[in-house]
């Protein structure tokens, strides 16, 4: 059992694995479901602040752009106090930007709001480049793919979630005899959703600072991992980190504009907190995906299961554009179940070999997820010049890479 801490027995390790990738499925559980609270942030501050859809993206370009900013540091700072000490900071300082929704509310300030979404974000990248590669390196790594997918199913079981919370705290609060309610009470709707997260994530970050976890030795394959040898010099790395920035872009993209979207009168004409209801669909089939995906990847090539699901986003997304009503409605739901096993499955490919060389190359990977910021930016951009329908095929050119990347930008060449 390579990797294990010097003095534990086979048997001992496997058992301390498991639970170690019990107690990191409550993480991705929490990041996904905060992640994906942005979804009805959108549209909520779009209208609190008349903001045109530009504007409303700079809450996922201030969120993710976190990621561009923190992630090599958080890479650094895992390397010198291990994974479970940066797990607990990631939650503490997530807690810390849960808590500054209150000054932003009372404020009535969307660059507060900004703020703390950024502090919030910065947690949560933290807690990222912590736990990919932790999960990663507890097991066998032919089955790292398939072992990372798992734990990301959890992910999108928060992601399902969330939306339902966040209509029903959040947008139906915020609806519920709107016509009395000012700007300054609407905004007003976010303070104890954010509050109860603030205390959840406080509460974690105990739990997590006193549970004995394994400790990761993670070494590697030297034949494509040297000694001294620059984490920039592995092609299927770069690549897979591009790989990255166009994933988390298009999904998030796609999350974004889903309100708005089933909102328009060609599609379903939905009112926010209805169509709130409705993205569950679409993160619930990444979930159902991930789950799915765990079990094929461990018997079929993963860079083959992860073409084959891009082609079918390409066909949805399209079917999306030029459809209405119920066809573009669903046709655009369905896209998260392509997504599903998209992340972990890039993220795993790119990490191939790299051994020790792995949380710094994680590091890198989650400096990509600053796709999610500059994506749905420019996705904005075409939907206030050209229309909201069109603006989706932003995502399709993301989806084209991703084929591409499974095919052959994830094949590793050894040195």
Known sequence: MKGVKAGTSVVGAEGNFRFALTALTVLFFMWGFLTCLNDILIPHLKK???LNYTQAMLIQFCFFGAYFLVSLPAGALVKRIGFQKGIVGGLLVASAGCVLFYPAAESHSYPVFLAALF???????????SANPYVTALGKPETASSR??????????????????????????????????????????????????????????????????????????????AEGESVWSHRHLVLGAVGIFV????????????????????????????????????????????????????????????????????????????????????????VGLCNSIMFPTIFSLALQGLGKQAGQASGVLCLAIVG??????????????????ISFLVPVVCYLYIAYYGLKGSRVAVH
Not at 119 to 129: F, N, P
Request: proline share 3%.
């Open 48 to 50: 609190v602040f008349d």
């Open 119 to 129: 502090v919030l974000a910065s947690g949560i990248t933290l807690l990222q480049v």
């Open 148 to 225: 990372l997918t798992m734990t990301q199913a959890f992910n999108s079981l928060g992601t399902t979630i969330a939306p339902l919370f966040g209509g029903v705290l959040i947008l139906s609060a915020a609806t519920v005899g709107a016509d009395a309610l000012s700007p300054e009470a609407e905004a007003a709707a976010v303070k104890v959703p954010y509050l109860i997260l603030a205390g959840v994530l406080a509460f974690l970050a105990v739990v997590f600072s006193q549970l004995k976890l394994p400790n990761i030795n993670v070494r590697g394959d030297d034949a494509v991992a």
């Open 247 to 334: 994933y988390v872009g298009a999904e998030v993209s796609i999350g974004s504009f889903l309100v708005n979207f089933l909102g328009l009168d060609s599609v379903a004409g939905l009112e926010e907190a209805d169509a709130a209801h409705y993205i569950a669909y679409y993160w619930g089939g990444a979930m159902v995906g991930r789950f799915v995906g765990a079990v094929v990847m461990s018997r079929v090539s993963p860079g083959l299961v992860l073409a084959c699901n891009a082609a079918a986003a390409i066909l949805l997304v399209l079917l999306a554009i030029v459809g209405a009503g119920s066809l573009a409605m669903w046709a655009i739901l369905l």
């Open 372 to 389: 999610g910021a500059l994506v749905p930016l420019i996705q904005g951009v075409v939907a206030d010049a050209a229309g909201l329908q």
